[in-house]
């Protein structure tokens, strides 16, 4: 989310650059990228707080699934393509 937010407080201070050369678009210019750079702060303070609360629900979400998969899933699933996925994530990391 954080990475999220940055990119778009990021692409409202490149359009801004874009809008013009003259004396009134940077004022407006330090104004948009001041709220913006507020709005980030706030959602960032807003995740730091909710993680707490939601990674754990997230994880329960993830092991829950994982058992299902281990108990009911078809053949193919369980042998093929959950150890493709489990690979993928492992080379990515």
Not at 33 to 48: C, F, K, L, P, Q
């Amino acid at each position: 989310m954080r990475k999220a937010l940055s990119h778009e407080s990021e692409g409202r201070e490149r359009q801004d650059e874009d809008d013009g050369g003259g004396r009134g678009s940077r004022s407006t210019s330090k104004r948009k990228t001041g709220a913006g750079s507020i709005v980030s702060s706030a959602a960032s303070s807003a995740w730091d707080s909710a993680s707490e609360v939601v990674l754990p629900m997230a994880e329960d979400a993830v092991a829950a699934a994982g058992k299902y998969l281990a108990e009911r899933a078809p053949d193919v699933v369980r042998e093929r393509l959950v150890p493709r996925f489990i690979e993928s994530f492992n080379e990515a990391s």
